[in-house]
């Protein structure tokens, strides 16, 4: 039981810190905001620092932006305890929910927030 606990816990670890680590060049690669690495300036040349034109609904929205990640989490989470599938399934399924859940989300606050039309 303590074995099953110690392998969720290092598939959640690895796949939080991969998501956490990359989160904002995902949000770059979404957005096209100007987000860079956050060892190359992270927020420093996103749009949302730009007086006029579109801005980048996560940094825009902050606490959507938070809870984009929180549900990545939560989804990775939610792989990482299941029992069912071997560790390595269940990592790469915790590793995979970062940009599947964190696209289906962006997607949405993007639309929402009109940062794609014209």
């Not at 939080?16 to 904002?24: E, K, Q, R």
């Not at 990482?80 to 964190?102: D, N």
Request: a positive charge.
């Amino acid at each position: 039981m303590i074995r099953r606990g110690l392998i969720a816990a290092a598939i959640f670890a690895i796949s939080a810190t991969l998501t956490n680590v990359f989160y904002i060049n995902f949000c770059s690669f979404v957005f096209e905001c100007g987000c860079k690495s956050l060892w190359a300036g992270a927020a420093l040349t996103c749009n949302i620092h730009a007086a006029n034109g579109r801005h980048c609904p996560w940094c825009a929205h902050e606490k959507a932006g938070y809870a984009v990640l929180a549900l990545m989490l939560l989804a990775q989470i939610a792989i990482s305890i299941q029992t069912s599938k071997s560790p390595w399934i269940r990592l790469a399924g915790a590793i995979a929910a970062f940009p599947a859940v964190g696209g289906v989300a962006a997607l949405a606050l993007g639309l929402w927030d009109g940062y794609w039309s014209a």
